[in-house]
């Protein structure tokens, strides 16, 4: 570790840690540095032999990164906060004392950088590698769920016009403009392992086949899901489905031990499905990440895989502690 500068040893006297510094120092126990760093390290340029501006390391690259996902901060907010915020430059491994603070534009290049080489993706394999590894995910089932995220609808922009890739579609009585996170999560822990990213109005039966790893016996799904089992990509498949009556179909059963008996086994299943409403409650709540931030699908995607391998992390983190997955 670093020695810290004397402008900021006074503040080891504050008797209380916050919210924030238990959070980040949770997260800085659980995430396997060494292994993300291998991923990683590659895509960050090295300081040439000629010299020129100083290269921050990938770790604390990759480090600001995160903290941009935990606290929703753009790229120029993110270099205000660690200007601002002592605890997140040193969690970053940053010194006001005798470093440089990367600038809005390093930040936004290192990010440029994940998208080009499809790094999110990676993060959220090696991610739940340690998760099976630690045994809290064991694909033995898969819930499917999608959730809606909101675009900005406003024309106020250089083209004048709102994003091309993003799509509008009604639920219930409400219209939104935006794109849809579908994900499949492990039924027993409740934990991601498939991202899929689509513009809002595309159905979520469509894309349940690309949200299952292969290897699960049971799947889950609510009502929009109906007939999943008969689509095409789904034949010969051994997985066996178990979706949602639709609530109207549902409502009308009648008051017989028949009826009563199919009421039970749909609350069975909604309290198996429930688990899949976690990670969206993480990203959403926790990382307050409700609407998004880019232009195009391709950038917004980058960062919803990175914000589940994070939102894994998190669920896990206080296992992962009692398990000793404390990770350098």
Not at 4 to 31: C, G, H, N, W, Y
Not at 177 to 185: E, M, Y
Not at 202 to 208: G, K, L, P, R, S
Request: aromatic share 6%.
């Amino acid at each position: 570790m670093k020695q810290r500068s004397l402008s900021e040893t006074r503040f080891d006297r504050r008797p209380k840690a916050t919210k924030r510094q238990r959070f980040l120092s949770e997260m800085d126990a659980v995430i396997p540095w060494a292994r993300l760093m291998v991923l990683v390290d590659p895509v960050q340029p090295k300081r040439g032999g000629k010299g020129g501006r100083k290269a921050f390391s990938a770790e604390t690259m990759l480090r600001i990164h995160f903290m941009q996902q935990w606290f929703a901060l753009s790229d120029p907010a993110m270099e205000e906060a660690l200007h601002d915020v002592l605890v997140m430059r040193l969690f970053a491994g940053l010194d006001a004392g005798d470093d440089l603070i990367p600038d809005e534009s390093s930040i936004l290049r290192f990010r440029h950088r994940l998208e080009a080489h499809g790094v999110a993706d990676q993060l959220l394999t090696e991610v739940n590698a340690v998760l099976v590894e630690q045994g809290l995910m064991l694909k033995a089932g898969t819930i499917v769920d999608a959730t809606l995220i909101h675009a900005p609808s406003s024309t106020k922009n250089s083209s004048g016009q709102r994003d091309p890739e993003m799509h509008q579609t009604k639920k219930g009585n409400n219209w939104y403009f935006g794109c849809k996170a579908h994900i499949g999560t492990d039924a027993d822990s409740g934990l991601t392992h498939s991202v899929v990213v689509t513009p809002a109005n595309i159905n979520d039966v469509t894309q349940a086949h690309a949200l299952l790893h292969g290897e699960e016996h049971q799947a889950f799904g609510d009502a929009g899901y109906q007939g999943v089992e008969k689509r095409e990509e789904h034949q010969g498949s051994a997985t066996q489905w178990h979706v949602a009556m639709r609530p109207g179909k549902r409502r009308s059963l009648p008051d017989t031990p028949l009826g009563r008996l199919i009421n039970q086994i749909e609350q069975a299943k909604a309290r198996i499905r429930a688990k899949v409403e976690h990670p969206f409650r993480v990203i959403k709540r926790q990382f307050g990440y409700l609407k998004t931030r880019y232009r195009g699908l391709a950038k917004n995607r980058a960062q919803i895989v990175t914000l589940f391998a994070l939102s894994n992390l998190f669920q896990a983190r206080r296992r992962l502690i009692l398990a000793g997955e404390v990770c350098p």
